[in-house]
């Protein structure tokens, strides 16, 4: 069964600390993997598509990556605008348009 | 811009009321997407329009209708909203295409009393 697990469920950095959210998944044939910040009572704001192993994509303080097993979302020198729950989900190649979302870690960052 | 809208933004309905909730579009996607996100959790997926082609998830209670009249819009009805449906409910839309990255709206705050 088609799987995404995120891990940590929260994290609280002080402003400038630098580290680094997981996504592990488990899918019969990968077609893409999303990024998603979510605000609270908001929508989730695509950030990120990956499509293949050793594939990184970069925006402002943020870089994913993806392996053949999971994603990292990185995060350099954060700041408390960067709080949010990101969410990560996952494309199989046999669904023609249906993601499955992992529940998200919700990140604090403190000034 | 092109964007997705979705009205109301809260909604405050009755026990057993009838409710629509309702979603457009500007980006000519071919998909449009109807999710339910409970506080702390991922979003779950109701049901799906690929163009007219109406999807639903196996797990989605019969209490749970959506409406599709043209590219641009799509609704959601919920029959008979019992607690457990207050939630917030979000709509998304997609192109056609190997990579289809989901876009989504601001969401409706569901409540009911």
């Known amino acids: 069964e088609d799987q995404v697990t995120q891990s940590p469920e929260a994290l609280r950095l002080q402003e400038g600390e630098s580290s680094s959210l997981n996504c592990s998944y488990t899918v019969s044939g990968l077609r893409g993997l999303f990024w998603y910040r979510q605000d609270p009572g908001k929508g989730p704001e695509f950030l990120f598509t990956l499509y293949s192993a050793g594939e990184e994509k970069e925006k402002e303080r943020l870089k994913a990556t993806l392996t053949k097993k999971e994603s990292f979302l990185h995060i350099t020198a954060p700041k408390p605008e960067d709080s949010a729950t990101y969410l990560c989900?996952?494309?199989?190649?046999?669904?023609?348009?249906?993601?499955?979302f992992g529940s998200g870690t919700r990140l604090s960052i403190r000034p | 811009d092109a964007m997705v809208i979705q009205n109301p933004r809260y909604q405050v309905t009755q026990f057993g009321k009838p409710v629509t909730l309702s979603c457009s579009q500007t980006l000519n996607h071919n998909v449009m997407y109807w999710y339910q996100q409970k506080s702390s959790q991922a979003p779950k997926l109701l049901f799906h329009?690929?163009?007219?082609?109406?999807?639903n998830e196996a797990d989605t209670p019969d209490n749970f209708q959506s409406r599709r009249p043209n590219t641009s819009f799509c609704f959601l009805d919920i029959r008979s909203p019992g607690l457990g449906d207050a939630a917030m409910y979000l709509c998304a839309t997609s192109g056609i295409g190997s990579y289809n990255e989901q876009f989504f709206g601001p969401g409706t705050r569901l409540t009911v009393l």
């Open positions: 989900a996952v494309q199989a190649a046999s669904s023609a348009s249906k993601i499955i």
């Open positions: 329009y690929y163009d007219k082609d109406f999807n």
